[in-house]
């Protein structure tokens, strides 16, 4: 680099873009947050969606699965799982897990009430209701 | 070592290295369930191995950053570390915190751990990556203020220079940026918003900081190039990195339920991170070129030119590949996610850890540079480790590309579990790939026994 560009020079431009930038992100932020009413599905948080988010994250459910594409891998995506499956199927797959054949990816039994599995239903319908810019592309997730 | 108190980043060394192999061995257990589905089931249930997996990756990289940094501020700053015994307490603190949640994570249900770990008082559990429980997040925050004020106290004494600066600056940024890991709100949408404050401000914004600060001490000793000019670069590299980067978190909310601006500020920005590590690269070989000395340890020149190279491919190149919006609505959430993350944190941050325990180590061990024999021992395991992760990242970028087209574009998509069946053998080939990874680190480990004629001080 050209001795007419010195290191205080270089460093002015770094705190002065890092700042800037950090700034123009927290506005973003502000108005993602003023307009987010409007798409989260934020109106349909019920105290059984609620109850359901806490058994979705005290049960590790992202460490195999994602919701909205983000978690892990390793089996479905679960954010549309509602519109794909249904209530009644997922409720008769959270209780027959695992399905014990040999050499397939295997489910924990969660050992959860119906009350619970209940909610937690409740909370993927809520998360497929989230406006998500027509993500994923198919039913298939 | 030219101050007794950088003695400390060896304890922390050889407990990254340590975590560094258990994060390997769960990585093939996760590797071969990906093809034989009840492999350890029900003993190591596919969530579980992945948390210890990636959770082991943050602690032995935050391990490696912590000695690193104990070993050049006493050396950026000439003067003794603020408190050796501190950073020793530390120590101690953050492995039993951190062997603790691990057992926990293998030995109990999460659903317990969380009621007996205070869940309920803070629900902060069970997201990706943040799965530990609320005192293990709390005693990260005590661990990282405890380092962040030994570093800074140690640079106010002393005299301060650009690296110290910039990576003092990382290291808030890492404590600051992991407070929103205790906000959950019941908004899934919100709770994924603030999620990325954390994961993405580190791994693609401060966490760059103390990379480049790493990289720029260890091409400052390996080389002689004046520091003037070292430094220059690494202003410019950085300035390049949050110019990019922190707007550039807006490719992580084009589909969960943010506004459809993102799709324009995300896709823009982030196509740019690319830039400052090609600027790393070109920064990197530019200092060896330019030497004005040849050190004896050319096992530390190869893994920095190693780490520069490594880190363009798999978080630029690799990143670059599935930024934009149109591409990522396909491939979100899909195997080339996995490919990315793989190759980006080895080559960015697994690398540059082990860039800084290359040339630190053999000096904590009271010699300029290890015998010819380890030094070719250490090559090899950096020539394996680097191909082996070069390839998994390529059969996981295969796998996702078949995946994306059976399961997201073709006329007739086919489910999440019929397209993982016809994509097995990619999976198969990453566990090969994986099993050379271990080897390399294996050999790895074995060039710290390895005796011989060492090269003394000049």
């Not at chain 2, 257990?29 to 210890?52: K, T, W």
Request: contains cysteine; aromatic residues 16%.
């Amino acid at each position: 680099m050209s001795a007419t560009f010195t290191k205080s020079m270089a460093r002015n431009v770094f705190y002065g873009g890092g700042v800037f930038f950090f700034l123009l992100f927290i506005a973003l932020t502000f108005d993602t947050m003023k307009v987010l009413p409007k798409r989260d599905n934020s109106q349909n948080i019920t105290p059984a969606v609620e109850h359901g988010k806490k058994l979705w994250e005290t049960n590790n459910c992202i460490g195999c699965h994602t919701l909205l594409g983000e978690g892990a891998y390793f089996a479905p995506e679960l954010g549309n799982v509602y519109p794909r499956r249904g209530p009644d199927f997922i409720k008769a797959w959270i209780k027959g897990q695992p399905t014990g054949v040999p050499g397939r990816r295997q489910m924990p039994q969660f050992n959860l009430t119906d009350a619970e599995i209940d909610d937690l239903v409740a909370f993927l319908k809520y998360a497929s209701e989230i406006n998500t810019n027509k993500w994923p592309p198919n039913i298939e997730g | 070592m030219k101050y007794k108190s950088q003695a400390v980043a060896k304890l922390y060394f050889i407990a990254a290295i340590g975590l560094f192999l258990g994060q390997i061995l769960f990585g093939l257990i996760m590797g071969l369930q990906y093809v034989v589905g009840d492999f350890l089931f029900p003993v190591i249930p596919f969530n579980v191995a992945r948390m210890v997996h990636t959770n082991l990756l943050i602690v032995w990289l935050l391990f490696g950053f912590m000695g690193a940094s104990y070993y050049l501020i006493p050396e950026e700053s000439e003067t003794e570390l603020y408190s050796p015994k501190l950073a020793i307490i530390t120590f101690w603190i953050f492995l039993v915190a951190g062997a603790v949640t691990v057992l926990g994570y293998l030995l109990v249900p999460y659903a317990s751990l969380a009621k007996w770990t205070g869940n309920d008082l803070l629900n902060t559990m069970g997201r990706e990556f943040l799965e530990q429980p609320l005192p293990t997040k709390v005693g990260i925050v005590i661990v990282a203020l405890s380092w962040l004020f030994n570093i800074v106290m140690t640079v106010l004494k002393g005299r301060k220079t650009a690296i110290s600066i910039v990576l003092s600056l990382g290291m808030l940024g890492l404590a600051v940026f992991f407070l929103f890991s205790f906000y959950n709100p019941v908004n899934l949408v919100k709770d994924k918003f603030y999620w990325w404050w954390v994961v993405h401000l580190w791994v693609e914004g401060v966490w760059e900081l103390i990379l480049g600060a790493m990289l720029a001490f260890v091409l400052i000793k390996v080389t002689g190039v004046d520091r003037e000019v070292v430094e220059k670069w690494l202003y410019v590299i950085i300035t390049m990195t949050l110019v990019t980067g922190i707007i550039g978190t807006g490719h992580h909310y084009f589909w969960i339920g943010a506004p459809a601006y993102w799709q324009w500020w995300g896709s823009v920005f982030s196509a740019l991170e690319p830039i400052p590590f090609l600027m790393m690269t070109i920064f990197a070989f530019n200092m060896v070129n330019k030497r004005r000395r040849e050190h004896p340890n050319k096992a530390a020149v190869l893994w920095a030119l190693g780490t520069s190279v490594m880190a363009f491919l798999g978080a630029g190149l690799w990143g670059f590949l599935h930024t934009l919006a149109p591409i990522n609505y396909y491939t979100h959430g899909t195997q080339l996610t996995a490919a990315h993350g793989h190759l980006a944190f080895f080559g960015a941050y697994a690398l540059v850890v082990l860039t800084m325990i290359s040339y630190a180590m053999p000096i904590l061990r009271g010699r300029a540079a290890n015998p010819e024999r380890a030094q070719i021992m250490e090559m090899w395991s950096f020539w394996l480790m680097t191909i082996s992760m070069f390839f998994i990242a390529l059969f996981l970028t295969g796998a996702g590309i078949v995946q994306v087209w059976l399961q997201r574009m073709s006329p007739t998509p086919m489910s999440f579990m019929a397209v993982q069946d016809q994509i097995s053998i990619f999976y198969w080939a990453r566990e090969g790939a994986g099993l050379v990874f271990l080897i390399g680190l294996l050999l790895y480990i074995g060039s710290f026994f390895v005796k011989g004629e060492s090269r003394a001080f000049e």
